[in-house]
């Protein structure tokens, strides 16, 4: 069992930067991929950047590739997103979630993982 825990999100304008971060439970923190996923109102959720247990091999949705930077802590089960040259359509609820034995092919989809935090709301004003 991983109980997932998100904080950082907020109001940001255009152009700014946030860091979002998941406080996971367990010791078994190291075994799952882990996984930045979004949803806006009336969409469906989708994914943002995941990187792998081992923290080698990292992946971005096109839309944000270059503005985000996902990063992990093994030791300190925590798994970070960087965000960066924010955009209003990148506002919506982002949740952490955690898959056990993805890899780079199948942490891009949302119904692969396992565990999911509660979420943490991101508003980009323009």
């Known amino acids: 069992q991983v109980q997932l825990v998100e904080s950082g999100g907020g109001l940001v304008q255009a152009g700014g930067s946030l860091r979002l971060s998941c406080a996971a439970s367990?010791?078994?923190?190291?075994?799952?991929?882990m996984g930045w996923l979004r949803q806006a109102p009336g969409k469906e959720r989708e994914f943002v950047a995941g990187?792998?247990?081992?923290?080698?091999?990292?992946v971005y949705a096109d839309s944000v590739k270059g503005r985000f930077t996902i990063s992990r802590d093994n030791a300190k089960n925590t798994v970070d997103l960087q965000m960066s040259s924010l955009k209003p359509e990148d506002t919506a609820v982002y949740y952490c979630?955690?898959?056990?034995?993805?890899?780079?092919?199948?942490?891009?989809?949302?119904?692969?993982?396992?565990?999911w935090g509660q979420g943490t709301q991101v508003t980009v004003s323009s």
């Open positions: 979630a955690a898959g056990k034995g993805l890899g780079p092919s199948t942490l891009i989809t949302a119904g692969n993982y396992d565990y």
């Open positions: 367990g010791r078994t923190f190291s075994s799952y991929a």
């Open positions: 990187i792998i247990k081992g923290g080698g091999s990292t």
